[in-house]
């Protein structure tokens, strides 16, 4: 069986998070980014991000380290290369929750090797609705999110896939057809054990 490279991404607000936990435990390697920005409450290193220095990311630039990387919100966001050797020597998929243009260049670096879903809002009324709900940035924050969300949603078409977030239970069905249609591609079955 062939691994699958699973890539998510959105506006931060429109839903990743709570579509990714949807996923069946043992079956994923959730890979953790690096990232400069400070942790927020109940965040773990190693588990919701590396938490490193800007020099420390720098210096793993240098070293081309990264699969791919970006600079958003005045912080560094990268995912090493490492993370597909541990997703594959597990033999899991590999999941990727990833900023925007992040994700739009691993996706063309991968090309159909990787399978890639936007996360929509329905609006961005709803999405500034849910980034004031979840309380987790300052007014200044919220309205960046804003201004670059608008930016993001452009991106879109770029996907292989796009899931409007309207009705979590709709958003959650559509997000598991996906990943269970693509395991389900002939290149990703081993038949030998068929014939």
């Avoid at 452009?154 to 959650?172: G, H, M, Q, S, W």
Wanted: neutral net charge; hydrophobic residues 40%.
């Amino acid at each position: 069986m062939k691994n699958l490279i699973l890539i998510v991404t959105g506006p931060s607000g429109a839903g990743k998070s709570t579509l990714l936990r949807s996923l069946p435990e043992g079956q994923f390697y959730f890979s953790v980014s690096h990232t400069t920005r400070k942790p927020r409450p109940n965040e773990v290193h190693g588990r919701d991000y590396y938490f490193v220095s800007k020099e420390e990311f720098l210096q793993m630039i240098e070293r081309d380290e990264f699969l791919e990387w970006i600079e958003v919100h005045s912080n560094f966001y990268g995912t090493a290369k490492s993370e597909i050797t541990k997703a594959f020597s597990q033999n899991k998929h590999l999941l990727l929750d990833l900023e925007v243009v992040g994700a739009a260049n691993l996706k063309a670096k991968f090309g159909p090797d990787a399978v890639a879903v936007f996360v929509a809002p329905p609006s961005l009324k709803v999405l500034e609705e849910r980034l004031r709900k979840r309380g987790t940035e300052d007014e200044d924050k919220v309205k960046e999110r804003l201004h670059r969300a608008k930016t993001e949603l452009t991106y879109a078409p770029l996907f292989d896939y796009v899931i409007v977030n309207e009705y979590l239970e709709k958003a959650v069905r559509d997000f598991l057809s996906i990943v269970q249609a693509e395991l389900c591609r002939p290149w990703r079955q081993d038949l030998s054990k068929i014939y």
